[in-house]
């Protein structure tokens, strides 16, 4: 078998300021040669890419949620995650896009008490990649209301984990 990483998954958590409904959501993008596929993205609109003959499917959402963990209910926890087999991923695709965002119009990461979006080896649990936000975190990203937090490219034989946590103004889909 192939060296390296074979099912990933993105968790976000987040609490909202006092008073405020924040949605945070995520998405799972795959590319083929930069090309973006609509059907095989999977966010709150789309929970699972196509799936196979066999019916199995590689890309799946646990579910959207609508508001954040309470303030001061303790350390935060997933309350999303998109579940990837990156190992038996369609061939076609080269390169997977992970991003966190806000739902709620008008609001960006700056509506949040803390946030993180992170990406973690869901064989081992151990955690590849964690952007973590709250009041002191740098302005460029409190002020988005998306964050593209990382890539995984495909190599010869494994899956590159490319980690450039970058503020943006739209979401994978609206691109």
Do not use: M
Not at 91 to 108: H, R
Request: overall charge negative; charged content about 30%; hydrophobic content about 35%.
């Amino acid at each position: 078998g192939k060296a390296g990483l074979k099912r990933v998954f993105l968790g976000v958590g987040w609490a909202a300021k006092k008073g405020e409904r924040v949605d945070v959501d995520c998405c799972c993008a795959p590319y083929s040669k930069t090309k973006r596929n609509n059907e095989d993205t999977v966010w709150f609109g789309n929970l699972t890419s196509r799936p196979a003959n066999d019916g199995y499917v590689t890309i799946k959402h646990s579910g959207d949620i609508l508001t954040g963990q309470a303030e001061g209910t303790g350390e935060l926890e997933d309350l999303e995650r998109i579940y990837v087999d990156v190992e038996n991923l369609a061939e076609e695709y080269d390169c997977l896009a992970f991003e966190g965002n806000i739902f709620t119009p008008g609001l960006n990461f700056s509506s949040l008490e803390s946030a993180y979006v992170r990406l973690v080896n869901a064989d081992t649990n151990q955690e590849l990649l964690r952007c973590a936000l709250d009041k002191s975190s740098d302005e460029d990203y409190l002020s988005s209301r998306v964050l593209l937090l990382a890539k995984l490219i495909r190599g010869a034989d494994r899956w590159i984990l490319q980690t450039t946590v970058e503020a943006r103004d739209q979401t994978l889909r609206e691109l």
